[in-house]
């Protein structure tokens, strides 16, 4: 079974950065791509970011857009989320996941359904 497992996370001042990372023990479970999502307390789960691995493409939710960067290494099978310009409201538990099978760009997956496999996640804090 795969295996997603992130790292990166911690405590940081708003204005900081962090970045986040995610590494694939197999291929099969992301052939279509990776993304990231966050929960916060008290809250669901939030779509962040996604790529494609096929590609490169990005597509990110509104809230982040401008301020993360999704990117991947498709030789060290692992996916890096950096984080700008970090605030408070971006306190939550990270995860990543995984999808198999391509999909189109005008369909772009953002819902937790549309992934196969999930990381354990891993926790931002930012202090104001």
């Known amino acids: 079974q795969v295996q997603l497992v992130e790292s990166g996370g911690g405590l940081v001042q708003s204005g900081g950065s962090l970045k986040l990372s995610c590494e694939a023990s197999?291929?099969?479970?992301?052939?279509?791509?990776m993304a990231w999502f966050r929960q916060a307390p008290g809250k669901g789960r939030e779509f962040v970011a996604v790529?494609?691995?096929?590609?490169?493409?990005?597509y990110y939710s509104d809230s982040v857009k401008g301020r993360f960067t999704i990117s991947r290494d498709n030789t060290k099978k692992t996916m890096y989320l950096q984080m700008n310009a970090l605030k408070p409201e971006d306190t939550a538990i990270y995860y990543c996941?995984?999808?198999?099978?391509?999909?189109?760009?005008?369909?772009?997956?953002?819902?937790?359904?549309?992934?196969?496999?999930w990381g354990q996640g891993t926790q931002v804090t930012v202090s104001s």
């Open positions: 996941a995984g999808k198999k099978g391509y999909w189109i760009l005008s369909n772009v997956p953002t819902a937790e359904s549309d992934f196969d496999a």
């Open positions: 197999e291929r099969t479970f992301t052939s279509g791509g």
């Open positions: 790529i494609r691995w096929s590609g490169g493409n990005t």
